[in-house]
């Protein structure tokens, strides 16, 4: 089901240069993205960061295949990215699991698109979800599970059809800190075993560091790549490396880079300065005395 | 296939014992009572869980039974406030014509003309109102060119297409057909066209990305996605259907239930005139009841 692996091919090799993407208003075009180089190699994890509204979704959006580069190329193992297929598996951060398919009729949904009968469709997706421990959870409709079991769904639907990279548009962003851990423990076991090349995008860099061999962080609009920066935490990654001197080092770096670029995104009226300026004003006051 | 499925089996083993989140704990409803309880007791626990339930019931009854106790007492004291009430028949009165009209084929018969008209009317009404919603929400063409005619024709009212519908069709019949055909048509063709608008794109991408191509993303995403909308047209559809209908036969109709209650009062059966009124009050309600009955077997995502 899987195409063959036996000509050891690297596989999921992303290759975006170059690129640029630019909407259409009544004043002109507007850059969303401008002059952006990113690559994924085959079996790697790597991660965009950015400041909201710098364009990390619309870059991961055209490898996915839903937008087009106004310029630039956007390719997978050589080959120019013409429209979304199950080759690039994509889980979104509103789940989107269709709400009149059960769970496993949820995850058989690419299997059945490739043609795959009743049978083993069924069968490889008890197996699937047996293993991301949501059997009990097979014949309910995705109204009843709660977010975490939500988005478990989501990324086996993505895996079940073998695809060869995949994506992830802020995938954790709606749910607790703590269900947030586990799924992000769940992903990274589950890449692991894959070796599928991953592209995560989100806005939290302690995400990014814990989960990536490589994070871009991008500027404000129009998004560039600002920095590349490589991680070189050893693997598995616990939990408990978050507080290490390395980690924290890596945060403070990255926390800087994506703060410079925040503020220029809320707009030149709110700059250090002002922000330091607020935080005098309150000193040994309470918010009750200004107020 | 196999690969993978050991693979994520490995990896989400280690996950799932990791992970606070205990399969059976999230489950809402499992949970089964741990001792055997006892039928009296049982029974108990089913009024208290059905209380609210069972309240309406009662309320409904005796609010139904308040306006039969009305209705008696003005027509028994032949109130006359402006508003006459000397010639409107009693319940019992009623009542009585209802036994006999229960065993007058006629009558029967009218009952039953009316109800084929609807069910062909209406069906006819579903079966291209629904596709035609389809294909406008789906085909920018389709809607430009089709959805300014609809435009103009809704706003006319079924009852207004009458002569119109007598011009048309060769037959008495088929023109009522058509007249309650077109009551039902718009109310499914807006509802399906704006359930269309409605779906989501997150949900079309998310299918893509799963290798859909265009007609089972039609069948997959579009038609489930608007499901909710085509049963709120075709409950409001069958309203305007019944109105239609009976509309059209008292107008020209020569049988159906609309015709007999206006002939009532031509032929001054006053008794007759309340019972072909109760009567197309409770088949609207019962083809109403029907269209939910199939929405929720058509939706079953949707229950509870």
């Given at each position: 089901m899987i195409p063959a692996t036996k000509s050891e091919q690297p596989r999921g090799h992303i290759e975006v240069a170059d690129f640029a993407l630019s909407y259409d208003t009544i004043d002109g075009a507007?850059?969303?993205?401008?002059?952006?180089?990113?690559?994924?190699?085959?079996?790697?994890?790597?991660?965009?960061?950015?400041?909201?509204?710098?364009?990390?979704?619309?870059?991961?959006?055209?490898v996915a295949g839903f937008l087009k580069p106004t310029s630039g190329t956007v390719t997978l193992d050589g080959e120019a990215i013409d429209g979304p297929s199950a080759d690039r598996g994509m889980v979104f951060q509103q789940y989107s699991l269709f709400p009149w398919k059960t769970v496993r009729e949820n995850v058989e949904f690419g299997l059945k698109m490739r043609g795959m009968d009743r049978f083993n469709r069924e069968r490889a997706a008890r197996t699937l979800l047996g293993l991301a421990g949501l059997s009990a959870f097979e014949s309910h409709y995705p109204e009843r599970l709660s977010g975490g079991m939500k988005q478990r769904v989501g990324i086996v639907r993505a895996l079940a059809t073998?695809?060869?990279?995949?994506?992830?548009?802020?995938?954790?962003?709606?749910?607790?800190?703590?269900?947030?851990?586990?799924?992000?423990?769940?992903?990274?076991?589950?890449?692991?075993?894959?070796k599928i090349s991953v592209l995560f995008v989100t806005h939290d860099i302690d995400e990014a560091i814990f989960l990536s061999d490589r994070?871009?962080?991008?500027?404000?609009?129009?998004g560039t790549i600002k920095a590349e920066i490589a991680i070189p935490l050893e693997r598995p990654r616990q939990q408990a490396m978050m507080m290490s001197s390395e980690f924290l080092a890596l945060r403070r770096g990255l926390m800087s880079l994506i703060r410079e670029e925040s503020l220029k995104a809320m707009g030149g009226e709110v700059d250090d300065l002002a922000l330091q300026g607020l935080s005098i004003d309150l000193r040994g006051q309470t918010l009750a005395d200004v107020v | 296939m196999e690969q993978v499925a050991r693979r994520v089996a490995e990896a989400g083993a280690e996950t799932v014992a990791e992970a606070a989140e205990p399969a059976s704990a999230a489950a809402p409803d499992t949970s089964v009572p741990s001792r055997p309880v006892r039928s009296a007791a049982r029974a108990k626990r089913w009024l208290l869980l059905h209380r609210a339930e069972i309240r309406a019931v009662v309320v409904g009854a005796i609010s139904l039974a308040l306006?039969?106790?009305?209705?008696?007492?003005?027509?028994?004291?032949?109130?006359?406030?402006?508003?006459?009430?000397?010639?409107?028949?009693?319940?019992?009165?009623?009542?009585?014509?209802?036994?006999?009209?229960?065993?007058?084929?006629?009558?029967?018969?009218?009952?039953?003309?009316?109800?084929?008209?609807?069910?062909?009317?209406f069906l006819l009404a579903a079966v291209i109102a629904?596709?035609?919603?389809?294909?406008?929400?789906?085909?920018?063409?389709?809607?430009?060119?089709?959805?300014?005619?609809?435009?103009?024709?809704?706003?006319?009212?079924?009852?207004a297409w009458v002569p119109m519908s007598i011009m048309l069709w060769p037959s008495n019949e088929e023109s009522i057909i058509f007249i309650t055909f077109l009551g039902?048509?718009?109310?499914?063709?807006?509802?399906?066209?704006?359930?269309?608008?409605?779906?989501?794109?997150?949900?079309?991408?998310?299918?893509?990305?799963?290798?859909?191509?265009?007609?089972?993303?039609f069948r997959d995403v579009y038609f489930p996605a608007t499901l909710p909308h085509v049963f709120t047209g075709l409950t409001v559809g069958m309203g305007v259907a019944w109105v239609s209908l009976i509309a059209a036969e008292m107008i020209s109709g020569q049988f159906g239930i609309g015709y007999f209650?206006?002939?009532?009062?031509?032929?001054?059966?006053?008794?007759?005139?309340?019972?072909?009124?109760?009567c197309i009050g409770v088949l609207g309600l019962g083809s109403s009841a029907i269209i939910r009955g199939l929405g929720k077997l058509a939706m079953p995502w949707r229950r509870e």
């Amino acid at each position: 089901m899987i195409p063959a692996t036996k000509s050891e091919q690297p596989r999921g090799h992303i290759e975006v240069a170059d690129f640029a993407l630019s909407y259409d208003t009544i004043d002109g075009a507007v850059e969303a993205v401008t002059k952006a180089n990113v690559h994924v190699e085959p079996g790697e994890f790597v991660s965009i960061v950015g400041p909201s509204g710098c364009g990390k979704s619309t870059l991961l959006n055209a490898v996915a295949g839903f937008l087009k580069p106004t310029s630039g190329t956007v390719t997978l193992d050589g080959e120019a990215i013409d429209g979304p297929s199950a080759d690039r598996g994509m889980v979104f951060q509103q789940y989107s699991l269709f709400p009149w398919k059960t769970v496993r009729e949820n995850v058989e949904f690419g299997l059945k698109m490739r043609g795959m009968d009743r049978f083993n469709r069924e069968r490889a997706a008890r197996t699937l979800l047996g293993l991301a421990g949501l059997s009990a959870f097979e014949s309910h409709y995705p109204e009843r599970l709660s977010g975490g079991m939500k988005q478990r769904v989501g990324i086996v639907r993505a895996l079940a059809t073998g695809p060869k990279v995949l994506l992830l548009d802020e995938p954790f962003g709606a749910l607790d800190a703590q269900t947030r851990v586990i799924m992000q423990q769940i992903l990274t076991n589950m890449w692991q075993r894959l070796k599928i090349s991953v592209l995560f995008v989100t806005h939290d860099i302690d995400e990014a560091i814990f989960l990536s061999d490589r994070v871009y962080c991008m500027t404000a609009r129009p998004g560039t790549i600002k920095a590349e920066i490589a991680i070189p935490l050893e693997r598995p990654r616990q939990q408990a490396m978050m507080m290490s001197s390395e980690f924290l080092a890596l945060r403070r770096g990255l926390m800087s880079l994506i703060r410079e670029e925040s503020l220029k995104a809320m707009g030149g009226e709110v700059d250090d300065l002002a922000l330091q300026g607020l935080s005098i004003d309150l000193r040994g006051q309470t918010l009750a005395d200004v107020v | 296939m196999e690969q993978v499925a050991r693979r994520v089996a490995e990896a989400g083993a280690e996950t799932v014992a990791e992970a606070a989140e205990p399969a059976s704990a999230a489950a809402p409803d499992t949970s089964v009572p741990s001792r055997p309880v006892r039928s009296a007791a049982r029974a108990k626990r089913w009024l208290l869980l059905h209380r609210a339930e069972i309240r309406a019931v009662v309320v409904g009854a005796i609010s139904l039974a308040l306006f039969l106790l009305a209705w008696h007492l003005l027509t028994k004291y032949r109130v006359n406030m402006h508003v006459r009430f000397t010639n409107v028949p009693s319940p019992a009165a009623v009542l009585e014509k209802f036994e006999r009209a229960m065993h007058d084929s006629k009558f029967l018969m009218h009952v039953l003309l009316s109800c084929r008209r609807i069910v062909l009317g209406f069906l006819l009404a579903a079966v291209i109102a629904i596709p035609l919603g389809l294909i406008m929400g789906r085909f920018r063409l389709a809607r430009e060119m089709i959805f300014p005619v609809t435009e103009v024709l809704r706003p006319i009212p079924a009852i207004a297409w009458v002569p119109m519908s007598i011009m048309l069709w060769p037959s008495n019949e088929e023109s009522i057909i058509f007249i309650t055909f077109l009551g039902s048509f718009f109310p499914i063709l807006i509802n399906t066209l704006h359930g269309m608008s409605l779906v989501d794109p997150v949900l079309v991408r998310a299918a893509q990305c799963l290798g859909a191509r265009e007609t089972s993303i039609f069948r997959d995403v579009y038609f489930p996605a608007t499901l909710p909308h085509v049963f709120t047209g075709l409950t409001v559809g069958m309203g305007v259907a019944w109105v239609s209908l009976i509309a059209a036969e008292m107008i020209s109709g020569q049988f159906g239930i609309g015709y007999f209650t206006w002939e009532a009062y031509s032929l001054v059966q006053y008794a007759d005139i309340v019972l072909g009124m109760i009567c197309i009050g409770v088949l609207g309600l019962g083809s109403s009841a029907i269209i939910r009955g199939l929405g929720k077997l058509a939706m079953p995502w949707r229950r509870e």
